[in-house]
């Protein structure tokens, strides 16, 4: 029996010293947390830090992350800069759900979705652009230390805990909104007060592309996250060029510019797209006077270099038409050619014809008229009352016949041509030059697609070869 009793004693005791280690222990791994937070972030984020104490070697610290902007979503402000959607969990965005901003990128996640990504990456999810060069230390800790600092753990709400979680979120969200500057343009030389809905609106698939609809009417915006402003220069002005000519309907530009997040963005006029196919007799109409009425001074080329599909179009100045196209045009995409593909056959056997094309031109009278420059059935589109629109130009004064270079894809009828060549009369030779025109955009579809397109470039230059004996 007292051997029993001096056993359960032991125990007993056993027990009590082994809880009060334990408790001690406690009390000490407690103490040591706390005393490591001099980074009060820690406190939401403790059951992470338990969970993955050391392994943040190729993540980013927490107290970095922390210092990356945050906002709160806002329908209205966000949609004219990007999908409202987490690329991570592909969940879309409520109305005042917590997201953050990548610095230089611009790309936004939900809080929690980046928080988790950053702990094991150090990049933006999207485009795999670096973060820690973008966050200065010191920059992370004066966010840090400015943080109100008096919150008791158990009394910390969920809206409270975003709050901590973000420090400046209030500033830094009414940074981004008054940042915005398509909505500040509508808001003020868009002569709107309000806006009332924002929609995405399909079909270019380079850019992003969304409907404004405001008190003052409709604008259409593109943007485009990774690029400047001088994609959209060149599509302003030449969206501009051809709305002065006061003739085939073209949205009219408002304004372009770069987006503080990064990238640029355009606002033009919005056109309701009719489901009818435009007339083809009004569209060749129109197009020969708009060519009739866009005249230059300084000759051939355009004020800004633009794009043609993603590849670039040189539009320095000539007085030459013959030199400007062989140069700028025909040179430009076989030396992309040789460059790109190390196609030497093509590339000389093109300069062959560069060099002997002057004939073709024999008793012609070229004037450098406005050219839409990309123009096929992609293009062309009708408004509600049925009148022809054309989008997304490439515009360069240069001969007219060469905006017939994309034809191929145009279904161009007898009627658009005669209707055309009623405005702007049939040229001596048109038929010997309409495949020169084509070969532009047969090379840049050979540059821009593969080899596809490489035997169709190569018969016109074969064929022309032979016919000039060169
Ligand atoms: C805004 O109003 C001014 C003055 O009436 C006008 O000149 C301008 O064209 C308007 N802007 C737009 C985008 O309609
Ligand atoms: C116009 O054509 C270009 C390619 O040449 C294309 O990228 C663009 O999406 C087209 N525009 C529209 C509105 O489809
Ligand atoms: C921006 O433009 C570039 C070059 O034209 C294109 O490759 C890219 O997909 C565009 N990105 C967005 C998000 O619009
Ligand atoms: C196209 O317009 C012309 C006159 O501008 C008209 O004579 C013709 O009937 C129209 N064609 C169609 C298919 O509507
Ligand atoms: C267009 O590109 C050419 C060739 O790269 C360059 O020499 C010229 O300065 C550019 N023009 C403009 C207006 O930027």
């Known amino acids: 029996m007292g051997s029993g009793m001096n056993l359960i004693t032991t125990v007993i005791g056993f027990g009590m010293s082994a809880t009060f280690i334990v408790f001690v222990c406690t009390r000490i791994i407690c103490g040591r947390l706390r005393g490591g937070e001099s980074r009060p972030m820690f406190e939401i984020e403790s059951r992470i830090d338990v969970e993955q104490p050391e392994h943040q070697a190729s993540g980013l610290e927490q107290v970095v992350v922390s210092a990356i902007p945050t906002m709160k979503f806002d329908h209205k402000a966000f949609s004219s800069l990007e999908d409202a959607q987490c690329s991570i969990c592909l969940g879309e965005y409520q109305e005042k759900e ?14 929690s979705c980046i928080d988790t990504w950053l702990r094991k990456q150090s990049t933006c999810p999207v485009c795999r652009l670096p973060l820690k060069e973008s966050l200065g230390i010191k920059h992370v800790r004066s966010a840090t230390f400015s943080m109100p600092r008096s919150f008791d753990d158990s009394e910390v709400s969920t809206e409270h ?21 398509v909505r500040e343009w509508i808001l003020s030389e868009g002569n709107a007060t309000q806006i009332t809905r924002i929609s995405p609106v399909g079909g270019g698939c380079i850019n992003r592309a969304s409907h404004y609809d405001t008190d003052a009417g409709s604008f259409f915006v593109k943007t485009n996250r990774s690029i400047g402003p001088s994609m959209f220069e060149g599509e302003a002005l030449g969206l501009g060029a051809m709305f002065e000519t006061g003739t085939i309907r073209v949205p009219k530009p408002f304004k372009f510019g770069p987006l503080p997040t990064g990238g640029s963005y355009i606002i033009m006029e919005f056109i309701e797209f009719g489901s009818r196919r435009s007339n083809q007799s009004v569209l060749g109409r129109k197009l020969a006077e708009m060519h009739k009425a866009g005249k230059s001074d300084k000759g051939f080329g355009f004020e800004v270099n633009n794009t043609v599909g993603s590849t670039p179009q040189i539009n320095t100045w000539s007085s030459d038409w013959i030199q400007f ?15 790109q593909y190390g196609d030497s056959t093509i590339y000389e056997k093109g300069q062959r014809l560069v060099k002997s094309m002057g004939p073709l031109f024999d008793n012609v009278v070229i004037e450098p008229c406005l050219l839409h420059g990309d123009l096929w059935s992609g293009n062309i589109s009708s408004d509600k009352n ?4 054309i989008l997304d130009p490439a515009c360069y004064y240069g001969h007219s016949e060469a905006e017939f270079g994309m034809s191929w894809c145009a279904c161009f009828g007898g009627s658009f041509y005669s209707s055309y060549f009623e405005v702007m009369p049939k040229q001596p030779g ?24 490489r035997s169709s470039a190569m018969s016109i230059i074969d064929d022309y070869l032979r016919m000039l004996k060169a």
């Open 98 to 111: 917590v997201l953050r901003i990548m610095p230089k990128c611009g790309h936004s996640f939900h809080l």
């Open 161 to 181: 805990s975003q709050l901590w979680l973000l420090p400046g979120s209030e500033r830094s969200a009414v940074a981004v909104v008054s940042e915005d500057p």
């Open 325 to 339: 196209y062989g140069e700028h045009r025909l040179g430009y995409q076989l030396q992309l050619a040789l460059d």
């Open 386 to 389: 049925g009148e022809p629109v």
């Open 430 to 453: 048109f038929e010997k030059r309409k495949d020169l025109y084509l070969l532009y955009h047969y090379l840049n579809h050979y540059n821009l697609f593969g080899s596809g397109y």
